[in-house]
């Protein structure tokens, strides 16, 4: 055994180094063992990232730089070992891989490892001479947490107790203890969008303001749903400024209208707002306070006197579920229709959306996935919040 494993390393030029992906460090030491024998020197040991919720259930993977020494320098002197249920693994230690021991070689059958062409090494740290030869006694497997619950999952993921309990009455929940975890996800994730395709989506009005609380990105959301309107579907109108006796701002807006071809408006009291067939009238319009409800009656005002049937709603959906839903209850005693996420791309719990689309009176119209004026506008709500938060979905 120690003559192929010699004669294997042989054949690979001193100083190669290789990439291995494994799934524990018992496997790493058991793979470098079989394909590199004592040549072996591992540079670097560090844990794979898992993306999604895949990385909830699903245990994480190894990748281990090794080696090849020259052989005079092929003497042990270290190993990466697994103690106490936890992996040790330095990740700027370098190391040599001692010869198996006897209890070892079943360990790590079907390991997955990938070797890629040689790479230039990093500078190679002082060896620490008195470092053990053998693994300690007991090492094991690394034993991961068992995965979560359905109900866990969707929490860590940003589901809030009230989606949970809506859920609940879902096909796919009721059967969710009987089968693996990733297929109830899949069937939970098909279930809501059965039920979100339920809702009847309501046409955006000719006549409609964008409003939120001050700082949620109104005035960008317009701007991206005015590039929208233009480029994809060729639509052109008239753009108004609000202001009451309360500043809105409007640089960027006046500045990206004229680049439009649109000419924005100033309000004031008599101004015609008449709007032409197959135009559109929107209006920016100052924020509202969902603390102070009384401080928002003249905003009350002048949509209903100025005939705004359409009213987005603005939110910002890095809040958390708290303010959302104070800033979504005020904007519905506003008389609001449609319903716009911003800052969609800094989000990291995308499940707390979903209290606001599954099930919700205000129909979405888009989501702001960046910062530009133009662009960045997703209008697949519901299927976009799905396939962040649900695999399969």
């Not at 990466?80 to 209890?103: D, H, L, R």
Request: with cysteine; net charge neutral.
């Amino acid at each position: 055994m120690k003559n192929d494993q010699d004669q294997s390393a042989a054949r690979a030029p001193s100083g190669s180094v290789y990439r291995l992906v494994v799934r524990s460090a018992d496997e790493a030491v058991q793979t470098i063992r079989e394909r590199f024998g004592s040549a072996a020197k591992v540079l670097s040991v560090r844990q794979q990232e898992q993306k999604g919720l895949s990385g909830f259930f699903l245990s994480p993977k190894l990748e281990v730089l090794v080696q090849i020494a020259e052989p005079d320098h092929a003497t042990g002197a270290g190993f990466v070992g697994v103690a106490g249920g936890k992996t040790e693994v330095p990740a700027a230690t370098t190391v040599s891989i001692p010869q198996p021991a006897a209890a070892a070689a079943s360990e790590a059958k079907g390991a997955t490892h990938t070797a890629e062409r040689p790479e230039k090494p990093d500078p190679e740290p002082a060896v620490d001479k008195s470092a053990p030869e053998e693994p300690k006694t007991g090492s094991r497997r690394t034993d991961f947490a068992s995965a979560p619950s359905l109900p866990d999952l969707l929490r860590r993921a940003g589901f809030s107790e009230t989606f949970l309990a809506q859920a609940g009455t879902l096909p796919s929940w009721a059967r969710h203890a009987e089968r693996p975890l990733h297929v109830t996800l899949v069937d939970l994730g098909r279930d809501l969008r059965r039920l979100a395709d339920r809702q009847k989506p309501r046409p955006l009005p000719a006549r409609t303001a964008f409003i939120g609380s001050r700082g949620v990105g109104r005035t960008t959301a317009l701007c991206k749903w005015l590039g929208s309107e233009i480029f994809s579907r060729g639509r052109y109108g008239r753009v108004i400024k609000v202001e009451f006796d309360q500043p809105n701002s409007t640089e960027n807006l006046a500045v990206y209208c004229e680049a439009l071809g649109l000419n924005l408006e100033h309000y004031y009291e008599g101004l015609d707002i008449a709007v032409g067939q197959n135009q559109f009238l929107y209006a920016d319009v100052p924020g509202f306070c969902f603390h102070r409800p009384n401080t928002n009656r003249e905003l009350a005002r002048f949509l209903d006197a100025s005939g705004f049937e359409g009213r987005v709603l603005v939110l910002n959906a890095l809040h958390d579920h708290t303010t959302l839903r104070a800033a979504y209850s005020a904007g519905r005693d506003l008389g609001a229709t449609h319903l716009v996420f911003t800052h969609c791309d800094e989000l990291i719990h995308w499940g707390k959306l979903m209290d606001f689309l599954i099930d919700g009176d205000l129909t979405p119209l888009f989501l702001a996935t960046g910062p530009s004026l133009s662009g960045d506008c997703d209008e697949d709500v519901i299927g976009t919040t799905l396939r962040r938060t649900i695999p399969g979905a």
